[in-house]
């Protein structure tokens, strides 16, 4: 079965702390995505990549940077973490413009 | 500007009866379609899509229509059942061209069937 995984299924982090959301596909996808879900507010992009070592910003960049070295892989890094981050995370790729994307289980992430 | 609208954030439905979920859409570059399902602590799950050849699509108790002409679409859920409570996003992309590969969501419809 095709896999989206994400490292952590919760995390909590302290105020300023630099945090890392580790995402792996294991279907060869081109494309990977993260978005954060919160409340009355839907899905929003924060960053994807098409290509390895390639980033585009989504809609709500500010405050995350992205990593992607391997095609498997797409990491968010969350430099500096707020209280503003506290969320759900969610990581999902896809191949090309074929269909939808495949989604991982989310990391609900909660900085104090 | 939201470019995909669902303006429900909620619907509750008797078990047994039909879910209609709406969703309308104003980018004209829109040609495929698709609906996501998301339970609590769970990542969305494909649903099921249309494309823009196409005007109904069905599958199972799941039939989404597409109404071009209006930019509108729907997900119809018959019968309804308890098991079917779950967030349910609208999706969106162009064909072709730039950000083909990039899907455009809407907020989300929270529908809570009751037994």
């Known amino acids: 079965d095709v896999k989206v995984t994400q490292s952590s299924r919760y995390l909590v982090k302290r105020t300023g702390e630099k945090v890392f959301l580790e995402c792996v596909q294991d279907m060869d996808h081109e494309n990977m995505f993260w978005y954060r879900q919160d409340p009355g507010l839907g899905l929003r992009l924060i960053y994807f990549?098409?290509?390895?070592?390639?980033?585009e910003k989504g809609d709500i960049p500010e405050g995350y940077s992205v990593s992607r070295e391997k095609k498997e892989r797409f990491s968010l890094i969350l430099e500096s973490a707020s209280t503003n981050q506290t969320s759900m995370y969610l990581c999902?790729?896809?191949?090309?413009?074929?269909?939808?994307?495949?989604f991982g289980s989310g990391t609900r992430l909660t900085v104090v | 500007d939201q470019q995909v609208k669902q303006n429900s954030p909620s619907l509750s439905v008797q078990e047994g009866r039909i879910s209609i979920l709406n969703c309308d859409y104003t980018?004209?570059?829109?040609?495929?379609f698709l609906w996501y399902k998301k339970y609590p602590a769970e990542g969305p799950t494909f649903l099921i899509s249309?494309?823009?050849?196409?005007d109904k699509n069905e599958d199972g108790r799941f039939t989404v229509f597409l109404n071009k002409s209006a930019k509108h679409l729907s997900l119809h859920i018959v019968p309804s059942q308890p098991g079917d409570s779950a967030v349910y996003f609208c999706a969106a992309r162009p064909y072709s061209g730039a950000g083909s590969y990039q899907l455009t969501f809407g907020k989300g419809t929270k529908l809570s069937v009751i037994p």
């Open positions: 249309i494309s823009s050849i196409k």
């Open positions: 999902a790729s896809s191949f090309g413009t074929d269909y939808g994307y495949t």
């Open positions: 990549s098409y290509d390895v070592k390639m980033k």
């Open positions: 980018n004209s570059m829109f040609d495929y």
